[in-house]
Protein backbone atom coordinates (compact mmCIF):
# COMPACT_ATOMS: atom_id res chain seq x y z
CA UNK A 1 0.00 0.00 0.00
CA UNK A 2 1.54 3.24 -0.70
CA UNK A 3 2.43 6.05 1.61
CA UNK A 4 -0.10 9.15 1.43
CA UNK A 5 1.87 11.99 -0.03
CA UNK A 6 3.09 14.82 2.94
CA UNK A 7 3.22 17.77 0.28
CA UNK A 8 5.82 20.52 0.41
CA UNK A 9 8.14 22.06 2.78
CA UNK A 10 7.29 25.89 1.19
CA UNK A 11 4.71 27.12 -0.78
CA UNK A 12 5.04 29.47 -4.17
CA UNK A 13 4.83 32.52 -2.74
CA UNK A 14 7.91 31.31 0.04
CA UNK A 15 5.57 31.02 2.97
CA UNK A 16 6.31 28.22 5.73
CA UNK A 17 4.97 24.95 6.16
CA UNK A 18 7.50 23.44 7.83
CA UNK A 19 10.71 25.64 9.79
CA UNK A 20 12.84 27.08 6.84
CA UNK A 21 16.36 28.57 7.48
CA UNK A 22 16.61 31.83 7.08
CA UNK A 23 19.90 33.06 8.28
CA UNK A 24 22.93 31.67 9.96
CA UNK A 25 22.07 30.24 13.67
CA UNK A 26 18.48 30.48 12.51
CA UNK A 27 18.18 26.37 12.48
CA UNK A 28 20.75 23.59 13.65
CA UNK A 29 20.11 20.09 12.78
CA UNK A 30 21.59 17.17 14.36
CA UNK A 31 21.48 13.44 13.50
CA UNK A 32 23.87 10.18 14.10
CA UNK A 33 25.50 8.08 12.06
CA UNK A 34 27.07 4.78 12.44
CA UNK A 35 30.44 3.37 11.42
CA UNK A 36 32.84 0.55 11.97
CA UNK A 37 36.39 0.50 12.79
CA UNK A 38 38.94 -2.69 11.00
CA UNK A 39 38.33 -4.60 14.36
CA UNK A 40 34.10 -4.63 13.90
CA UNK A 41 33.28 -2.32 16.59
CA UNK A 42 30.60 0.03 15.83
CA UNK A 43 31.44 3.81 16.81
CA UNK A 44 28.91 6.57 16.49
CA UNK A 45 29.08 9.98 14.93
CA UNK A 46 26.71 13.17 16.26
CA UNK A 47 26.99 15.42 12.65
CA UNK A 48 25.69 18.87 13.82
CA UNK A 49 24.72 21.25 10.55
CA UNK A 50 23.90 24.99 10.37
CA UNK A 51 20.95 24.29 8.03
CA UNK A 52 21.59 27.92 6.45
CA UNK A 53 25.39 28.17 6.09
CA UNK A 54 25.75 24.41 5.64
CA UNK A 55 28.32 24.68 7.72
CA UNK A 56 29.34 21.17 9.91
CA UNK A 57 29.69 22.95 13.39
CA UNK A 58 30.73 19.14 14.62
CA UNK A 59 31.20 16.07 14.29
CA UNK A 60 31.50 13.94 17.27
CA UNK A 61 32.94 10.70 17.12
CA UNK A 62 32.67 7.95 20.10
CA UNK A 63 32.02 4.19 20.51
CA UNK A 64 29.01 5.36 22.45
CA UNK A 65 26.97 8.79 22.80
CA UNK A 66 24.10 9.64 25.31
CA UNK A 67 21.96 12.42 25.62
CA UNK A 68 24.90 14.10 28.05
CA UNK A 69 27.09 13.96 24.96
CA UNK A 70 24.49 15.49 22.98
CA UNK A 71 24.32 18.54 25.97
CA UNK A 72 28.05 18.46 26.21
CA UNK A 73 28.34 18.83 21.70
CA UNK A 74 25.84 21.96 21.96
CA UNK A 75 27.27 23.61 25.08
CA UNK A 76 30.39 23.90 23.34
CA UNK A 77 28.80 25.15 20.41
CA UNK A 78 26.33 27.76 21.79
CA UNK A 79 29.74 29.35 23.49
CA UNK A 80 31.43 29.25 20.39
CA UNK A 81 28.56 30.24 17.75
CA UNK A 82 25.41 31.51 20.32
CA UNK A 83 22.89 29.48 21.08
CA UNK A 84 20.07 29.09 17.73
CA UNK A 85 16.60 29.70 17.56
CA UNK A 86 15.75 26.16 16.66
CA UNK A 87 17.44 22.74 16.66
CA UNK A 88 15.71 19.84 14.67
CA UNK A 89 16.26 16.50 14.85
CA UNK A 90 14.35 12.95 14.39
CA UNK A 91 12.81 11.54 17.62
CA UNK A 92 15.78 8.98 18.41
CA UNK A 93 16.00 8.91 22.43
CA UNK A 94 19.27 10.75 22.65
CA UNK A 95 17.46 13.96 21.02
CA UNK A 96 14.39 13.40 23.13
CA UNK A 97 15.48 12.68 26.83
CA UNK A 98 14.34 14.84 29.14
CA UNK A 99 17.43 16.19 30.13
CA UNK A 100 18.39 17.31 26.63
CA UNK A 101 15.07 18.76 25.96
CA UNK A 102 14.67 21.10 28.99
CA UNK A 103 18.64 21.94 28.85
CA UNK A 104 17.70 23.40 25.40
CA UNK A 105 14.44 25.32 26.67
CA UNK A 106 16.65 26.37 29.46
CA UNK A 107 19.00 27.94 27.15
CA UNK A 108 16.61 29.58 25.11
CA UNK A 109 16.24 27.58 21.91
CA UNK A 110 13.50 25.90 21.13
CA UNK A 111 13.06 21.90 19.15
CA UNK A 112 11.76 21.12 16.27
CA UNK A 113 11.03 16.98 15.91
CA UNK A 114 10.56 15.62 12.50
CA UNK A 115 7.42 13.44 12.10
CA UNK A 116 8.92 9.94 12.87
CA UNK A 117 9.86 7.97 10.31
CA UNK A 118 10.07 10.86 7.69
CA UNK A 119 13.86 11.38 7.42
CA UNK A 120 13.19 13.65 4.30
CA UNK A 121 12.09 16.34 6.88
CA UNK A 122 15.98 16.48 7.92
CA UNK A 123 17.25 16.57 4.60
CA UNK A 124 19.83 19.13 5.23
CA UNK A 125 21.16 16.81 7.99
CA UNK A 126 20.67 14.04 6.27
CA UNK A 127 22.29 15.16 2.96
CA UNK A 128 25.22 15.96 4.72
CA UNK A 129 24.86 12.44 6.10
CA UNK A 130 25.21 10.69 2.62
CA UNK A 131 27.80 12.88 1.66
CA UNK A 132 29.96 11.77 4.62
CA UNK A 133 29.36 8.88 4.10
CA UNK A 134 29.87 8.53 0.36
CA UNK A 135 33.08 10.41 0.37
CA UNK A 136 34.93 9.44 3.18
CA UNK A 137 33.52 6.43 5.10
CA UNK A 138 32.70 4.03 2.25
CA UNK A 139 36.29 4.46 1.27
CA UNK A 140 38.00 4.43 4.57
CA UNK A 141 39.42 1.75 7.00
CA UNK A 142 39.88 2.76 10.05
CA UNK A 143 41.91 0.89 12.69
CA UNK A 144 41.30 2.77 15.92
CA UNK A 145 38.86 5.05 17.08
CA UNK A 146 41.88 7.83 17.54
CA UNK A 147 42.34 7.27 13.96
CA UNK A 148 38.84 7.83 12.83
CA UNK A 149 38.63 10.89 15.14
CA UNK A 150 41.03 12.41 13.22
CA UNK A 151 40.09 11.79 10.04
CA UNK A 152 36.70 12.74 10.31
CA UNK A 153 37.97 15.95 12.32
CA UNK A 154 40.23 16.18 9.13
CA UNK A 155 37.36 15.62 6.16
CA UNK A 156 34.81 17.83 8.36
CA UNK A 157 37.35 20.98 8.18
CA UNK A 158 37.72 20.29 4.14
CA UNK A 159 34.35 20.04 4.10
CA UNK A 160 33.43 23.33 5.82
CA UNK A 161 36.49 25.25 4.31
CA UNK A 162 37.37 23.69 0.73
CA UNK A 163 34.94 21.62 -0.60
CA UNK A 164 32.53 23.51 -2.63
CA UNK A 165 28.26 23.00 -2.42
CA UNK A 166 26.28 23.88 -5.27
CA UNK A 167 23.75 25.28 -3.11
CA UNK A 168 26.20 28.02 -2.13
CA UNK A 169 27.21 29.00 -6.06
CA UNK A 170 29.80 26.68 -5.43
CA UNK A 171 31.99 28.10 -2.46
CA UNK A 172 32.63 26.24 0.51
CA UNK A 173 30.36 26.81 3.69
CA UNK A 174 32.58 28.42 5.85
CA UNK A 175 35.98 29.33 4.22
CA UNK A 176 37.39 31.38 6.71
CA UNK A 177 35.48 30.11 9.87
CA UNK A 178 38.47 27.27 10.50
CA UNK A 179 42.23 27.88 9.88
CA UNK A 180 44.42 24.97 9.75
CA UNK A 181 47.48 25.46 12.41
CA UNK A 182 50.20 27.18 11.36
Known amino acids: QKQPKKGRLWLNDGSCIRLRPERSN ?11 THDGRKFRMLNLIDEFSRECLAIRVDRRLRSTDVIDVLSDLFLLHGVPDHIRSDN ?41 RDELLNGEIFYSLAEAKIIIESWRRHYNTKRPHSSLGYRPPAPEAIQWPA
Open 92 to 132: GPEFIAKAVREWIVAVGAKTAYIEPGSPWENGYCESFNSKL
Open 26 to 36: HVWSYDFVEAR
